[in-house]
């Protein structure tokens, strides 16, 4: 199971990177949310794997190790957050701008596309 | 130490905004900044020098090294520690060859420069070195560094100050000649010389301060503090005359006053120190001594002597006692040392050496020493030479302005430019505005600098029992990473895109459960549908595909890039995964104390909610503030012209049939109570069972958001009755209020308690004041969301998009048709 989930945290860091090196904005936020996922998973991970051992109390007597649940779990809250916010930020500057580049170099398109 | 390192760098920076507080005035910018340049690249070197240290002593408490002298000289480090911390106290403290910046430093307010330059900051540089004396001193090395660099700071800084017209230059560069003198004797290395350091360090305080401030009087009621324009000050301002007159005969070093005393102890212990020759340090200190006293007298005879002049910038008259009130303190001192120093300082001085030194002292200062003393002649010697430098000054200045010398500033900025060219021209290559850029080389950086880390650092073999595959997660697992690979693949249709997105989103929650994390689930299935749905809006405002653009050679290397990154962490994660912890986790804590400290059986829910309940009110507070912002960005979109030219232009796309289909209103409506059941029923159960605050106010949100999408942003909104800010401040407010609530019960911040409460008909439950906590982060995150995603939706009111008026879309009846 270690390595099935390696391999999918790899994956997932490769996709959202690649993402993230697009050129529009959209993709690239696309690139963050898999990069998340990927991040989040690799934290949750660090606590080492189990099955059948949720960690409440009473309920068995091997536990999951809850400190990096509780960690991800308020990470995923707020990679919410943060995707609003670069949402927004790239809506405003594809309305303000006319286009929705990233870089600052390639804005070879014309001033007032839509 | 390092706590030492870092106030030390304080007083570097505020000394960087007070240098720069007439930020109008190129000076003061410039000053401001080269003392920022030298006393940064000490404080660098300091912090080096502090690890450094604290690896040869084998600890970073003061007292520790202190009492590990001999550990450390011995130590193979001694030479670069030694090298580093000098670095360190010479830029601070102005020593030659970094004296330049402190003269330069005059660009600031006087009361300013007097605090800076005559008592505390520079003198943090002396306090490095007597505070590591015991350490670091007494080696040969010590010696002729220390003291070589003082005795040229010492000699150079008097010569320099001696032709300096302006006022509070004259008295810079004596504070330079002044520090120099007391690194001297601290490099001597003997006690001795140490305690005449530490007196010096007071008498230069007083006597120094009281010249700054008098400096400044000149300057306040003359308008000018150039000695070639003042002179015959003495008639006009006889009180700040009177001030002026005792503290620089004492910085020249005459009896009885206290800058006489150390001067003597100085010039004793420099006739005794063998340098070079046995009488050379003796010659060069008398020296310093000398042009020390030519420019304590050229400050008062050019100042305030000779007769009074008619062409003063403002006429000149003393001020009042708030003026010259603190200085004239200062001077009494000047002289209750000069006359009573045993009374008066030698209490000070046992304190403050014996702490330098390490060992009890008692001083005997005395002022005559008999007429043998070889200190006392050299004193007369150079108050001789001083008066007749004085009376010599017009055709030594004619020499002086005739030679060529060095001028710092300019060498200052011949390193400094380049050096800043270098670091624009490398800046603007990797980060020249391309996003895509910056990731890469970041990616390759990282990838390089843990392969490189990884590669030299000693590893076992993963040992750890591995878990076998089940072969329902390996098709959930095969989902994901189909979907994820496909992503790049189509990722130029948006709509595809975030499909995919969604399904591996979505996938990741059985994921979690199947690894025994049902919170973790709950959130990843709730966050991932808001999260679809913020980004579905999103895309009515952004293009629906995306052109290619990027040629073939390019995305491979893109795509090289991408997968060295996945591999690194890829591989990370597994040799993570196959090891056991290198430390014992801190988890077992929570897990013994959840139900017995914080009176849940949910670990990670009391984790949240309580152990760390701290970190999850800083977590609310920055969702609540994520959603003001978007709300605050939507609403200045709104107000852009540009952009509403925009939105209006934007045309809807063909639409596949009703815009609030009955269905969807109807079962949506239906829908809401339940949703909001099943909300505060994750709520009541999170401190227990999987749930809690966070999954409680998603599943509102999401319940919300259906009725958004249902029936559309206006309708919906016309019904609200409370605003979303208002919640996320009720959110923020209530959180707040159940940790304040513990200082009632006089516990700190945040401690919860817990009572079990029969209320028949229910079973016995329990009341923890971390529900109210909790019910603070629902609030919260419930605001965030819908502030969030209606801020979004907003935007589409300038689209053309109007409110519907009905519920819900129908045929028209005939008669509205007509």
Known sequence: MEALLAIAIGILTAVGIYLMLRLRTFPVILGLTFLSYAVNIFIFASGRLAVNAAPIIGMGTVYADPLPQALVLTAIVISFGMTAVIMIMAIGGYLEAGHDHVNIDDTSGPEDRP | MLLLVVFWELTSLSSFLLIGFWSHRPEGRQGARMALVVTGIGGLALLACMI????????????????????????????????????????????????????????????????????????????????????????????????????????????????????????????????????????????????????????????????????????????????????????????????????????????????????????????????????????????????????????????????????????????????????????????????????????????????????????????????????????????????????????????????????????????????????????????????????????????GAGTWAFASGVHVPGTRVLLPVDPIVAVVWAVVVLAALATPFYHRDRILALVLTGVVGLMIAPMFVYFSAPDLALTQLSVEVVTILLMLLALNFLPKATPVESTAPRRLFDAAVAGIAGAGIGVLAWMMMTRAPAFQPISHFHLAQSKPGAGGTNAVNTIIVDFRGYDTFGEIIVLGIAALVIYALSETLLRSPSVTRRLTAIQPAREAGDRHPMMLVVSTRLLLPMAMMVGVYIYLRGHNMPGGGFVAGLVFAIAFLMQYMASGYGWTHARQRVDHHVLIGWGVLIASLAGVGAWFMGLPFLTSGYEYVILWPLEKFELATAAIFDLGVFLCVLGAVLLALASLSRLSLRTGEGVNTRAYDTEPTPEEAR
């Open chain 2, 52 to 447: 450094l240290l604290g690896q040869a002593a084998g600890t970073y408490s003061v007292s520790g090294i202190l009492a590990q002298g001999d550990a450390v000289r011995a130590s193979p480090l001694y030479g670069i520690i030694l090298a580093l911390v000098l670095i360190g106290a010479f830029t601070k403290s102005a020593q030659f060859p970094f004296h330049f910046w402190l003269p330069h430093a005059m660009a600031a307010p006087t009361p300013v420069s007097a605090y800076l330059h005559s008592a505390t900051m520079v003198k943090a540089g002396l306090f490095l070195l007597a505070r590591l004396w015991p350490v670091l001193a007494g080696t040969p090395e010590w010696f002729w560094i220390v003291s070589t660099t003082g005795l040229v700071t010492m000699v150079l800084a008097a010569k320099i100050a001696f032709f300096k017209d302006d006022m509070k230059a004259l008295l810079a560069f004596s504070t330079v000649s002044h520090l120099g003198l007391i690194t001297m004797l601290l490099g001597f290395g003997t006690k001795a010389a140490a305690i005449a350091a530490v007196f010096h360090i007071i008498n230069h305080a007083t006597f120094k301060a009281a010249l700054f401030m008098s400096a400044g009087i000149v300057d306040h009621a003359a308008h000018t503090r150039d000695l070639r324009r003042l002179g015959g000050l003495r008639r006009l301002m006889p009180v700040t005359f009177g001030i002026a007159f005792l503290a620089s005969l004492s910085m020249a070093g005459i009896a009885p006053l206290n800058g006489f005393l150390s001067k003597e102890l100085m010039l004793e212990e420099a006739a005794h120190t063998v340098w070079l020759t046995p009488w050379a340090m003796g010659l060069l200190a008398t020296a310093g001594a000398m042009f020390s006293a030519a420019y304590s007298f050229r400050f008062l005879a050019h100042g305030f002597l000779g007769p009074v002049r008619d062409d003063y910038p403002h006429p000149p008259h003393d001020p009042g006692p708030g003026l010259w009130g603190a200085p004239g303190l200062l001077v009494l001192l000047v002289v209750l040392i000069g006359l009573f120093p045993m009374t008066m300082a030698a209490w000070l001085v046992d304190a403050a050496a014996g702490a330098v030194t390490g060992t009890p002292v008692a001083v005997k200062i005395t002022l005559w020493h008999g007429v043998e003393a070889v200190a006392l002649w050299m004193s007369l010697a150079a108050l001789g030479g001083g008066l007749m430098l004085l009376g010599g000054f017009a055709r030594l200045r004619a020499i002086w302005d005739a030679a060529p010398r060095p001028e710092a500033k300019r060498i200052f900025d011949g390193i400094i430019e380049p050096l800043a060219a270098l670091a624009r021209a490398l800046t603007t290559t990797i980060h020249n505005g391309s996003l895509s850029r910056a990731i890469a080389v970041a990616v390759l950086a990282i990838a």
